[in-house]
């Protein structure tokens, strides 16, 4: 209900998202600006109850038939460049990627002959598969950042998530002695038997262990998850949000978007908040100035559609105006700044033009701060920001996934 009102408000129409399961081989990405690159290795050892993306029990045969695909694929898409081209960062994330780490070279040895990456590669890592060999085997193919998923150092927190302590703590000991340039921590809250107080001991403990950078999630229940316990209320989230803030201000560590935190002068690792970027291998997706595409869940299907010479893309939208527009909002507001010179730089279309009753609105509720032409979400516009988001996941993410898990090549899907 929300999430559509606030789509035909922005978008000026009652037309939904409608994807359909049309596709290309040619992609239009030659001229667009700051592209970035995704890679899913969609492999785990378990499957963790609360988690929704992507993935199947890891098979050593079965990963080296993606590899082939994962490769091919690339080679499909690179070689309609005309010469390389510049892209911002690669990401590789999943699944849990440490399980095809002998991998990871060769991937983007091959990705290095199209493109040059200009910012740095960062890569998803499960705690458990932190061990000194498979930090060098990372270093040596050249990754500079790293995102660990220690969701809570917390006994109970991680009991009730279904996970199990390995030694976390002294994981991440290792991850910051071998010298990444970034490491965040992905961490839930709102987990049951959580407090606040242990939230904030979490925070302190990543951070003092070597961490530049966390990530907190508040702990979604998708429908297709397999939770035995469920999250606390939204007026729990909202308390804990605030006392994350109020913790990282106090403690000197800058927000940099709704739910990351930093230390100072450090990079960010950001896979989702880039104005373009091209996905390869099974879920991933595609953004570019006219379109977004979603590539099929099936790995099986995947494979396929690339032994046959043609792109796995399972569904596309074909942007409307307003359409795009709302995308790059949406995600530019997560990131606490919405700059007009760059959205009319993206868009086409002054920013003041398409929705300057809506910024003068945000602006008179003390969502957002206009300063030196730009505009910065407040903490009570990130609050917002935070609700809106995780209704989104639940309306528009978990549908699609939902769909996507078993069907490979869905006929269309719509969301209102
Ligand atoms: C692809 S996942 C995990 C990466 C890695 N395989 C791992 O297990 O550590 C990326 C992050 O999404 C977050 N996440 C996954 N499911 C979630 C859920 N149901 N609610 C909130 N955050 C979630 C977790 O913090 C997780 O580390
Ligand atoms: S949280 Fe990580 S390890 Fe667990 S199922 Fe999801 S991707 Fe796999």
């Known amino acids: 209900m929300l999430t559509s009102l606030i789509r035909i408000c922005l978008s000026r129409s009652f037309k939904p998202f409608e994807f359909k399961n049309t596709y290309s081989n040619n992609l239009n990405f030659e ?3 700051d592209l970035g690159l995704y890679v899913h290795i969609p492999f785990c050892r378990s499957f963790c109850s609360f988690c929704p993306y992507c993935k199947v029990v890891y098979n050593e045969d079965l990963a080296k038939r993606y590899k082939i695909a ?3 694929e690339i080679q499909m898409v690179g070689s309609q460049l005309k010469g390389e081209k510049r892209v911002t960062s690669l990401y590789f994330g999943g699944g849990t990627p440490a399980l095809m780490a002998d991998c990871l070279k060769d991937i983007i040895d091959c990705l290095n002959k199209y493109f040059i990456i200009q910012n740095g590669i960062g890569v998803e890592l499960h705690p458990d598969d932190i061990c000194q060999s498979t930090l060098k085997q990372l270093k040596t193919a050249g990754v500079t950042m790293v995102s660990i998923g220690i969701q809570s150092f917390n006994q109970q927190c991680l009991s009730a998530l279904g996970r199990k302590d390995t030694g ?3 994981r991440l000991q290792l991850v910051h002695r071998a010298g990444f340039e970034v490491v965040d921590v992905d ?13 904030l001991q979490d925070i302190e403990i990543a951070f003092t262990n070597g961490a530049t950078q966390i990530s907190t999630y508040p702990f979604i229940d998708f429908t297709f998850a ?6 606390l209320s939204e007026k729990e989230k909202k308390k804990m949000l605030k006392a994350i803030v109020d913790y990282c201000k106090k403690t000197g560590r800058e927000r940099t978007s709704v739910w990351t935190f930093a230390k100072a002068k450090t990079g960010k690792y950001s896979s989702i908040t880039r104005d373009s970027f091209l996905g390869f291998g099974v879920s991933a997706t595609t953004l570019l100035r006219k379109e977004f595409k979603i590539n099929t869940f099936s790995i099986e299907a995947y494979i396929d559609r690339i032994c046959r010479n043609q792109l796995p893309t399972s569904l596309t939208l074909s942007f409307t105006l307003r359409q795009r527009a709302i995308y790059y909002l949406f995600w530019h507001a997560y990131s606490l700044l919405i700059d007009p010179n760059k ?3 993206i868009i086409g279309y002054p920013l003041f033009k398409l929705y300057g009753f809506e910024l003068w609105i945000c602006e008179r509720l003390g969502f957002m701060k206009k300063r030196n032409n730009r ?7 990130a609050y917002y920001y935070h609700y809106v988001e995780q209704a989104y996941t639940t309306a528009y993410i978990d549908k699609m996934w939902r769909i996507l898990r078993t069907t490979a090549f869905p006929e269309k899907i719509v969301l209102k």
Request: net charge negative.
């Open 187 to 199: 961490l839930i809250f709102a987990i049951p038997t959580q407090t606040e107080e242990v939230l």
């Open 31 to 33: 001229n667009e600006q």
């Open 375 to 381: 505009y910065y979400l407040t903490d009570r516009g």
């Open 226 to 231: 397999n939770n035995t316990y469920k999250p």
């Open 343 to 345: 959205f009319e730089k």
């Open 168 to 170: 976390f703590l002294n």
């Open 70 to 72: 994962l490769i091919r």
